[in-house]
């Protein structure tokens, strides 16, 4: 194969490299979808300031489902705004480089093609272990209990974030009895905002206390409501 030109190279890499960027793309394998089942991944082009960041409210809808008898009128649901967050986009990458001299080599195109290829395999393997090791960092206490920028600081070009270091509701990731999440709407009161156990050794009864803190007591939404 004849030599490639510096100008070429930015073709090659869209015909080949793409290609196997999106064959090796696969979610299936992906921790952070078991995290948050179901949620809307938000593409960067669909946010308020398209490549820097989000902003938004939620909204609060009051829906139960209850019986009635024919001819009853259905009772309707309400909707409240709750919280306002905001989302900032983060950058993260790597990079190849591909040496002027192989340009030149009489086998230049296979051997950089076959570069760019085994590159974009690795790239997006480093890509998903980089997303799922960076959200698994948030299933720890420590630090996130007492409020840490490196995960909630969404600030962006000229937007500030007004609870640095902590979630849109200004309390820790892990908020303890005492510093409960507010519960917009609710309509109980208690500690279902808290989603922090002091450090307690590992025994039946201390094990069931947090089972129940996690499938009754805190497992309710803005309004109280269990979900």
């Given amino acids: 194969m004849p030599s490639v030109s510096l100008t070429q190279l930015p073709k090659l890499v869209t015909d080949k490299g793409y290609e196997f960027l999106a064959r090796e793309y696969t979610e299936t394998d ?3 979808r078991q995290f948050v089942p179901g949620e809307k991944v938000l ?6 300031d398209p490549g820097f960041g989000h902003r938004a409210s939620a909204a609060i809808v009051s829906l139960d489902m209850e019986e009635y008898s024919f001819g009853e009128a259905i009772q309707t649901g309400s909707a409240h705004e709750g919280y306002t967050f905001q989302l900032g986009i983060k950058r993260s990458g790597t990079a190849i480089s591909i040496p002027e001299e192989l340009a030149d080599s009489p086998d230049a195109e296979r051997v950089i093609m076959n570069r760019v290829i085994d590159f974009s395999r690795n790239a997006m393997k480093a890509a998903k272990r980089y997303r799922n090791d960076y959200i698994l960092g948030m299933l720890q206490s420590g630090r996130l ?8 600081d969404a600030s962006y070009v000229n937007t500030s974030d007004a609870n640095r270091g902590f979630t849109y509701d200004g309390k820790p990731w892990f908020a303890a009895s005492g510093n409960a999440h507010p519960l917009k709407h609710a309509t109980n009161s208690g500690d279902q905002g808290v989603n922090l156990l002091p450090s307690t050794a590992l025994t039946a009864a201390n094990l069931d206390v947090a089972r129940i803190a996690m499938t009754k007591t805190n497992a309710v939404d803005e309004r109280g409501k269990r979900i």
Wanted: proline share 6%; aromatic share 18%.
């Fill in 30 to 32: 992906e921790v952070w």
């Fill in 43 to 48: 593409s960067p082009s669909d946010t308020s």
């Fill in 145 to 152: 209990s007492a409020g840490d920028t490196d995960y909630f």
